[in-house]
């Protein structure tokens, strides 16, 4: 069994990981962005922005001023004996979200949404938001991918729903005018992290969206040929128009574009998109059945993806 400590622990560990380190799939695809980029001025952009992000890792500062919505993906396998139960894993979390404000590593920024009451501790109604999945096995994996306010609230996230006549190019016009919309109005910080769902009612799709965005790899694509020739697509279109970094011009203005899709209904297709900021803000952590703890280089939500 795995006791509460150990899990309390690790999701205090995986949540200060993800609020000031980036991951290694994001550094990687910053560095190749670099190497690529011709305008000197977006060049200089991106450097400043990594070396930012390198000394926010040595200092444990937050990566950026927004740490976001705290947000948990449990990955837990059939087997696996919690003590406490879910119950318990999530009351956890609270915990572990709040003593991160506490010491600074979360800024506070979940407030009541008409009062404006800010308990000081990013815990309230539904928020730690939980989403899980169920896999075989015995051990737990931990995520937690804080997604942004500006991503979010300001025109980062859209949908909206494609008729079966106008097919992938209806698709993919909605969201290249979404992407652009939101960087026209310095609602996104680019370069972005794309994520497009495709299918299933509006809340599904919205949701595949942020999980694409938030908990795929760089440089990951879609197993179907299909979507993964959307991916190709819309990553060739919206790195050719210039955007740029923080939307002053240049090569760069998405590291990856990722497309999930549900089935859908035959009286039309929802699409969603969600934008995921340049800094990720997520982490990763497994506990075995033994209670070892093992940090994940990246989540494994979809797998090997």
Request: proline share 4%; glycine share 12%.
């Amino acid at each position: 069994m795995i006791r509460i400590e150990t899990y309390e622990q690790a999701l205090f560990e995986t949540i200060k990981r993800g609020a000031t380190e980036i991951s290694p799939d994001v550094r990687e695809a910053f560095v190749a962005a670099i190497d690529r980029e011709a305008d000197p001025d977006a060049r200089k952009g991106l450097e400043a922005t990594l070396r930012s992000m390198d000394m926010s890792a040595v200092r444990r500062n937050p990566l950026c001023v927004d740490t976001g919505w705290p947000i948990f993906y449990f990955k837990v396998g059939n087997e696996c004996r919690l003590e406490g139960g879910l119950m318990g894993l999530e009351e956890a979390a609270r915990r572990a979200v709040a003593e991160c404000t506490r010491l600074g590593f979360l800024r506070s920024t979940m407030k009541h949404p008409l009062t404006g009451y800010d308990p000081g501790n990013n815990i309230g109604a539904n928020i730690p938001d939980f989403t899980y999945k169920f896999v075989e096995g015995d051990s737990i994996e931990l995520s937690y991918a804080a997604k942004g306010g500006g991503s979010e609230c300001f025109g980062g996230t859209r949908h909206r729903i494609v008729a079966f006549a106008d097919g992938v190019k209806g698709i993919e016009k909605f969201v290249v005018d979404c992407f652009t919309a939101s960087a026209r109005a310095g609602a996104v910080c680019p370069p972005s992290v794309l994520g497009v769902g495709i299918g299933g009612t509006a809340n599904v799709a919205a949701n595949l969206a942020k999980e694409a965005a938030c908990l795929r790899r760089i440089g990951s694509s879609n197993p179907d040929p299909m979507f993964a020739a959307i991916e190709r697509d819309l990553y060739g279109a919206l790195n050719s128009l210039g955007i740029g970094i923080l939307g002053s011009g240049g090569s760069t203005s998405v590291l990856a574009v990722n497309v999930e899709y549900a089935y859908t209904h035959i009286a039309g297709i929802a699409v969603a998109t969600s934008t995921n900021c340049m800094v990720a803000r997520r982490a990763s952590s497994r506990i075995d059945a033994d209670g070892t703890v093992t940090r994940m280089d990246a989540p494994m939500w979809f797998g090997d993806r």
